[in-house]
């Protein structure tokens, strides 16, 4: 199956700084992808849509400010959480859809573990 | 409003048993019924999906069960493995390719040795 690379697995930082997570589709073309973020033992989250070349759409309550989402190329998007706070504290997951054909699949990431201290 | 609703929250098996879970969906436009499979600190991974023009889809211990006129369908895994222990999330989608899922809230799945 299609792979989905995402990055850092796991990071540790300092409140008021900024972390960025790549997701990457390794052998697919993706026009759209996702980035959810997911508490313990609960389901995910949708944070926003991302399609390449244009503006991230942020679901209701997410801060677009905040949560900054770039999605350059048809295989990379990223995540920026500015200003981190120790709320902001959880496990992020990006998921690709790959590019044309009657499959709808999505593909996830691994997932980033973000711990704000 | 939780537009997937999915039961049980949690179900412990034993060994070599089947492990059933539920999920109930509103939309009638919703065309696209995947089930994942999640294990601790991973992302999820797709195990199985269906869609509306069949009842039934069998990939190997995994299978999922569709009732149309009911809106449910089901996930059932023969012969269960304490390796099949994680959360397990049934989703919906509608057609469309900026279409989002439409996510149950998970079962947590022990199989006991």
């Known amino acids: 199956g299609a792979v989905v690379s995402q990055h850092p697995s796991r990071v540790i930082c300092k409140s008021g700084t900024s972390v960025k997570i790549e997701c990457r589709s390794l052998?697919?073309?993706?026009?759209?992808m996702f980035w959810y973020r997911q508490f313990p033992k609960k389901s995910l989250m949708l944070m926003a849509t991302?399609?390449?070349?244009?503006?991230?759409?942020?679901e209701q309550g997410v801060e677009k400010d905040k949560f900054l989402i770039n999605h350059a190329s048809l295989t990379l998007s990223t995540l920026t959480v500015t200003s981190a706070h120790p709320e902001d504290s959880s496990f992020y997951i990006c998921?690709?859809?790959?590019?044309?054909?009657?499959?709808?699949?999505?593909?996830f990431g691994q997932g980033t573990r973000l711990t704000v201290v | 409003q939780q537009q997937v609703k999915q039961s049980p929250q949690s179900l412990i098996v034993q060994k070599g048993g089947i492990s059933i879970i539920n999920c109930a969906y509103e939309?009638?436009?919703?065309?696209?019924f995947p089930w994942y499979q999640q294990f601790p600190g991973k992302g999820p991974a797709l195990l199985i999906a269906?869609?509306?023009d069949v009842s039934e889809k069998k990939e190997g211990r995994f299978t999922i069960s569709f009732n149309k006129s009911a809106k449910q369908f089901s996930l059932h895994i023969m012969d269960s493995q304490p390796g099949d222990s994680a959360t397990y999330f049934c989703?919906?989608?509608?057609?469309?390719?900026?279409?989002?899922?439409?996510w149950g809230l998970g079962t947590s799945l022990a199989v006991n040795p």
């Open positions: 998921s690709a859809r790959v590019l044309t054909g009657k499959n709808t699949e999505a593909f």
């Open positions: 052998d697919f073309q993706a026009t759209t």
């Open positions: 991302s399609n390449e070349g244009s503006k991230a759409t942020y």
């Open positions: 939309n009638t436009a919703f065309d696209y």
């Open positions: 269906i869609r509306p």
């Open positions: 989703a919906a989608k509608q057609a469309g390719n900026n279409r989002k899922l439409i």
